[in-house]
């Protein structure tokens, strides 16, 4: 019972620090809830915020998962079949969406890109040759960058694909279709003083050095050797795909 009032109290509270939002903030409609975040440490209904409103999902999900969302009229959800966004809407107020509200996260965005993308496909048809799910972007503890800004941390270098079974990985020779903007980035300093470009390039040579060191195969796989089309993207002739990687993989197709 005790936990029930405590639950009550704070919904009510919430309820009180979003009438209070939308009274100072007449030119706002609707917000996503992280937004009110600040308003509601004030308040006291939260001591500190963590994850960009973490708290405050924390109290929808289990009204949600009560069926209690309406103790606060102002929730508005929208659901996607991986997650729910939440908003907060005036009272008497029309939702709209847009794009901004309709888009997928960020994070599920990147995994679709990357999941559609040419390294992804080829690394599925060399699944397919070799019998075997390659470990994508793998990383071993002995292959590192540079070192952190404050010289104390280094990242571990991801690979495209390693075939445990097969002792193989597999890298991809970049594309030669750059955009202006990443271009550009490419000669942005990076903290080893030297540029993105260059960079990568040291890490390309890194990781062949390394991976010769311990006795791990690799291949380098160039996108030109395939069938592209004019924006220099595969074509994706699976037929004839395969029967190009058939010949690169051939020393390691049982």
């Known amino acids: 019972m005790e936990n029930t009032r405590n639950s009550e109290g704070k919904v009510a509270e919430i309820n009180k620090v979003i009438e209070n939002y939308f009274n100072t903030h007449t030119n706002k409609n609707w917000i996503p809830a992280k937004d009110i975040m600040l308003d509601l440490i004030a308040a006291g209904v939260f001591t500190k915020d963590q994850k960009k409103g973490l708290p405050l999902r924390k109290v929808l999900r289990a009204l949600d998962k009560e069926n209690a969302l309406d103790t606060i009229p102002s929730v508005h959800t929208e659901r ?83 075939y445990e079974s097969a002792n193989l990985v597999i890298e991809f020779v970049e594309k030669k279709n750059k955009t202006e903007q990443h271009l ?15 960079q990568i390039e040291k890490y390309n040579k890194r990781r062949r050095d390394v991976l010769q060191k311990k006795n791990i195969n690799l291949i ?35």
């Not at 996607?80 to 599920?108: C, D, H, M, Q």
């Not at 390294?119 to 990383?139: G, M, N, P, V, W």
């Not at 380098?220 to 037929?239: P, T």
Request: glycine share 4%; charged share 35%.
């Open 80 to 162: 996607t079949e991986t997650a729910v966004y939440w908003y907060l809407v005036r009272k008497g107020a029309t939702f709209s969406p847009n794009e901004a509200i309709n888009a997928v996260s960020k994070k599920e965005k990147t995994k679709a890109n990357r999941e559609n993308s040419d390294e992804f496909y080829i690394l599925d048809l060399c699944d397919e040759l070799l019998k075997e799910k390659a470990s994508r972007k793998h990383t071993f503890t002995f292959l590192l960058g540079d070192m952190h800004k404050k010289g104390k941390t280094r990242t571990k270098l991801p690979l495209a694909g390693f």
């Open 184 to 198: 550009d980035k490419l000669e942005v300093m990076t903290v080893s003083g030297i540029t993105r470009s260059e």
């Open 220 to 254: 380098e796989i160039d996108y030109a050797l395939f069938e592209c089309d004019a924006k220099k993207n595969l074509s994706r002739n699976k037929d004839k795909d395969i029967t190009l990687l058939k010949k690169i993989l051939k020393q390691y197709i049982k």
